[in-house]
């Protein structure tokens, strides 16, 4: 590998302002936003007044939701970014594999899995722990506590991917914590936060993982340095440690189908790694995001849940027994669909612009000459509140969804990224998502302790939220 150079040649359009005075120069201007915690907001407040802003010599950012196509599109002549490299563990997964032959080969191992058909077939064990967090749910009400939505949400979601994945069932919903028990090579037995070692785990690879020429040693000086990098990139160690615990566990069992399958050790841990992180974290945090949209616009609430009532009839309500939705009754409702994907559009788990590198020669990118090898992207969180697309962006208004041109806003859609690369695990947040919230609301009214609470976030890969105290009573 070349020397990175410490001055690097800044490259794109000429007068193309910087997200900060550092970003002309280094790619440490951006890696200091990272740091702050708030990138993709401050970043959206900029893009207003300016189409393309400059995140570092060779690194730039749009905010015309017309270049999704150009840069994610499944024409596109761009490829992942090098920084999908440098957070790669032993062996890529199928998200951070940069050569496009490679995801290929990788693709056709797991696509088959992800297919909507395939993960239909998981719907017993989504509604399992649907089940249980529904008997949760109603010794809570019995109790009139306060409930975390959040943290509830967060535990039925490693609960569900836990068991499509490496067929593991942690008891988080019985326990109402997530602390897992693993056996280490040693053979000591330690005791570690799932959530927060995951959370720890991308706070520290969000911050420095922009500086991809300086990575390693940044993130020794970092350990160093500053404390609570180095707790989290701890916890980032801890999470490798569940991966690896999970993973052998189920390698112990065989296959399924008795049949022998010559996938890698080291591949089989990075792709476990990502179905754990990303199966987990981002739809806990669509579901928080949902409950909160339905509870700050009541009427859209009451939409849905005449859909619901109208779809379902008595399926959902009994007194004695919780029920959960078959995802077959609800799976079509496009009211329901809207209402998740309009929260989803208006607060993306991924909120930031994906990074992509144009190609050799170049590329056009909305209308923009780009020269090659320069970083480009267009944050989520913007490209889903752009005017021309989506009128009155911060409105939360289901029925867009529900016209006659909505599948033009479909193309503008990037909650999963887009084209080739666009994420596989799609239809199993949908399964999960649809399965528990036609359940729920069918069962419960939802209410915020506090009218005024408005969610508290953070930024690492994924828009972190808070916790979300709510009071939930039974439907009479």
Not at 16 to 40: D, H, K, S, Y
Not at 406 to 416: H, N, R, T, Y
Not at 430 to 441: K, M, N
């Amino acid at each position: 590998m070349a020397s990175p150079r410490l001055l690097p040649r800044q490259e794109g359009p000429p007068q193309v302002p910087g997200m900060n005075f550092a970003c002309g120069i280094t790619n440490l201007g951006f890696v200091w936003e990272a740091f702050c915690g708030q990138r993709t907001w401050r970043l959206h407040q900029m893009l207003q007044t300016q189409p393309i802003i400059r995140l570092g010599p060779r690194s730039l950012c749009f905010g015309d939701a017309s270049t999704v196509k150009d840069i994610y599109g499944h024409s596109t002549l761009c490829r992942k970014d090098d920084l999908y490299r440098v957070t790669q563990g032993a062996a890529p997964h199928i998200l951070d594999v940069v050569e496009r032959d490679e995801h290929s080969r990788k693709r056709w191992l797991v696509a088959n899995a992800y297919a909507s058909r395939n993960v239909e077939t998981w719907e017993y064990k989504v509604a399992d722990k649907v089940f249980r967090l529904i008997t949760r749910f109603d010794e809570l009400c019995d109790s009139r506590e306060t409930v975390d939505f959040r943290k509830w949400t967060n535990l039925f979601t490693v609960e569900a991917i836990a068991d499509i994945g490496p067929g593991h069932k942690f008891g988080f919903l019985e326990s109402g914590n997530d602390l897992v028990t693993v056996r280490q090579s040693d053979g000591s037995i330690c005791e570690y936060s799932f959530i927060q070692s995951l959370h720890g785990s991308n706070a520290a690879s969000s911050k420095v993982a922009w500086e991809t020429e300086w990575f390693s040693p940044l993130v020794k000086l970092c350990k160093t340095f500053i404390p609570s990098f180095r707790t989290q990139a701890q916890g980032g160690e801890k999470f490798g440690r569940i991966v690896k615990f999970l993973l052998q566990k189920r390698l112990a069992r065989g296959a399924l189908d008795g049949a022998h399958r010559n996938v890698d050790a080291s591949e089989l841990e990075a792709e476990t790694t990502l179905m754990m992180n990303a199966g987990s974290d981002t739809t806990a945090i669509q579901l928080t995001n949902v409950m909160y949209q339905l509870l700050k616009n009541p009427s859209k609430l009451a939409t849905l849940r005449k859909e619901l009532d109208a779809a379902l009839k008595d399926q959902g309500q009994d007194q004695d027994q919780p029920v959960v939705v078959p995802y077959a009754e609800v799976k079509a409702l496009p009211y329901l669909q809207a209402c998740l994907d309009e929260a989803l559009r208006i607060t993306p788990p991924v909120a930031f612009g994906l990074p992509r590198r144009t190609p050799p020669q170049g590329a056009m990118i909305g209308g923009t000459w780009v020269p090659g090898d320069v970083t480009v992207c267009i944050p989520a969180y913007t490209a889903h509140r752009d005017e021309k697309w989506f009128p009155d962006p911060e409105a939360y208004q289901p029925e867009r969804w529900l016209k006659e041109d909505s599948a033009k806003l479909q193309s503008q859609f990037i909650a999963f990224s887009a084209g080739a690369r666009g994420c596989l695990g799609r239809n199993i947040s949908y399964l999960e998502q649809t399965v528990l919230f036609a359940s729920l609301l069918r069962r419960y009214n939802f209410s915020l302790v506090d009218e005024g609470w408005s969610p508290e976030r953070r930024e690492d890969f994924n828009l972190l939220s808070g916790t979300m105290p709510v009071r939930i009573k039974r439907r009479t």
